[in-house]
């Protein structure tokens, strides 16, 4: 933490203004520990003057008291909105004008410090900032005046928003891309809002995404067929700001909470990986897109080699930091790129690989066998290798998901029966019988 003086980091900056050295203690431990934010604290209004010249630093969002030594009307408000960071409230002075002004110049939110729980929902209300500048909403609907009024409020959440006019149109977005949230008008271009609905809820469920449905006050009716169409809640319009924010932040926190819930249900206790269980729920689904799409698709079944010996000489402690390291590097390895790893159970590690052929997916499953040989393990003061044999299936037409994984299980039997520490795959196969073929004609 600092007072007014230059931080230079490539995690996100938080600028807290705030002239309590309990507020300031408290919520600065917090945003580090717990959010992973470097925190620049300034105590006047000359102390943010100085932090905003520095030019080696760009706020990801502030948090600011109203009222503090130079700036006795909330006049460091302006100066964090006039350089375009996103802003949080957090002040004992209010009043239904302040209120009103405040929420005229878009802040992201405010917190009230009237309470016992002032301190919490400070954090909170940071914690979710930062969590909605990861999430995407789509607003569906053919009002223009909609589209504009919804899409300013959910901007000033921080949310990525999308927009569409068709109903098919948005259906093809959910279907390309993660969202937490779809806001929906009565009528799209073509189709009603509740229609839509029905077609986004065969897809995606209540745990999975958050909808809303917007109607006119004059046909209370409409909120309904929402409700009934399987919407999370339904607003009517023209909306009220604060409210809708309200309403939002609750559905998104919600879903938040299950989706956690439903993490750790999916995850493997040791490594963090997902289990075998949502390997098994997940990867037909992705097969069967990827399919439709025209994706190459392979499953690898990765084995470490002699773990049996390993856990037997060095004891289940050392045979435990293995597995963590080696999924370690499989996560660090693989994130981003849109494939599916998951621990399958003892030493056993399965990856279903999207978008390379046959041959790219041995090669790139070959090459994931080097980089893993580098993991290194110290037990008794002897540093271990670890080695890999992977077995590897090219996804070629729709079957049960236990028939891939049953034949990269097997060409895994066949990698170690060749003297492990390789990959073999049906590539390798159809390459080493032409080759035979050429030979024997």
């Not at 302040?98 to 878009?106: F, G, L, N, P």
């Not at 809820?201 to 809303?212: A, D, E, M, V």
């Not at 060095?314 to 045979?319: A, F, Q």
Request: hydrophobic share 40%; aromatic share 8%; proline share 2%.
């Amino acid at each position: 933490m600092t007072d007014g003086n230059p931080i230079t980091a490539a995690k996100p900056t938080l600028l807290l203004v705030e002239d309590s050295r309990l507020f300031t203690s408290v919520l600065t431990f917090r945003f580090q520990n717990e959010l992973g934010l470097c925190v620049q604290h300034c105590g006047s209004l000359a102390a943010v003057q100085q932090a905003l010249q520095q030019a080696d630093t760009r706020y990801t969002l502030a948090m600011v008291d109203l009222n503090l030594p130079g700036s006795p009307r909330g006049e460091v408000l302006n100066l964090t909105l006039e350089n375009e960071i996103p802003t949080i409230v957090f002040t004992a002075t209010f009043s239904p004008e302040t209120r009103a002004e405040i929420m005229q110049r878009h802040v992201v939110d405010y917190v009230m410090k009237d309470n016992d729980l002032a301190l919490e929902k400070a954090f909170c209300a940071v914690r979710q900032a930062m969590e909605n500048r990861r999430r995407r909403v789509l607003v569906a609907d053919r009002s223009e005046a909609n589209l504009a009024e919804v899409g300013q409020a959910l901007r000033r959440m921080l949310f990525e928003v999308d927009e569409a006019r068709s109903g098919w149109d948005a259906v093809a977005m959910l279907e390309k891309a993660a969202y937490h949230l779809v806001v929906a008008g009565e009528h799209l271009s073509d189709m009603s809002g509740a229609e839509f609905c029905r077609r986004v809820r065969k897809q995606h469920s209540n745990n999975q995404l958050g909808f809303i449905g917007l109607y006119p006050p004059e046909d209370a009716f409409n909120g309904l067929l929402f409700l009934r169409a399987g919407a999370s809640d339904a607003v009517r319009t023209p909306i009220v700001p604060e409210e809708f924010q309200c309403r939002v932040a609750y559905h998104v926190d919600m879903l938040g909470q299950v989706q956690a819930l439903r993490a750790t249900a999916a995850s493997d206790y040791l490594t963090g990986l997902y289990n075998r269980r949502y390997f098994y729920a997940e990867g037909p689904k992705l097969i069967s897109r990827g399919l439709k799409m025209g994706r190459h698709l392979s499953i690898g079944v990765l084995d470490i080699d002699h773990f049996k010996r390993l856990n037997d000489t060095y004891g289940h402690e050392i045979g435990d930091l293995v597995l963590v390291a080696v999924a370690n590097r499989l996560k660090n390895e693989v994130e981003g790129k849109g494939h599916l790893l998951c621990r399958l159970g003892g030493e056993e590690f399965g990856l279903l690989v999207v978008d390379l052929d046959a041959a790219e997916a041995t090669a790139y499953f070959d090459e994931l066998r080097r980089r893993l040989a580098t993991v290194k393990v110290v037990a008794d003061e002897e540093e271990l290798s670890i080695s890999v044999s992977i077995g590897v299936a090219e996804v070629s037409g729709f079957e049960t998901f236990d028939n891939y994984i049953n034949a990269a299980d097997q060409f895994l039997y066949m990698a170690k029966h060749r003297g492990r520490n390789q990959v073999y795959s049906d590539y390798l196969m159809a390459e080493e019988s032409a080759r035979a073929r050429r030979a024997a004609g």
